[in-house]
């Protein structure tokens, strides 16, 4: 199961041309992943989460002001975080 959320990872990251940094390969991919918005190209954080708690959690952590990009592999759309303790589903990928 997790080999196939990382190759629908790695395949969105090439069609859209954000970066996969190296630590990526290192784990097994859970379903959410995040994309740094403030890198220039765009980077994928090498940790995945496969619990929206766990995803909140490491939002919380950062800047309001830092630009992610939630995005969950398995129901195949992007997430907003309401900047507090929830994540809503927005768009499909």
Known sequence: M???YKASIE???GEMGVDI???FERHAAGRFAAIDLD????RLVAT???KEAEV???LQTLDPAHRMRILDFKDCCEMTFSGKTSLYRGRSL
Do not use: D, L, M, N
């Open 21 to 23: 940094p190296i630590g």
């Open 56 to 58: 909140v959690s490491y």
């Open 2 to 4: 997790f080999e196939r």
């Open 48 to 50: 995945t989460w496969a």
């Open 11 to 13: 395949k969105y990251c």
């Open 39 to 42: 890198h220039t190209p765009p």
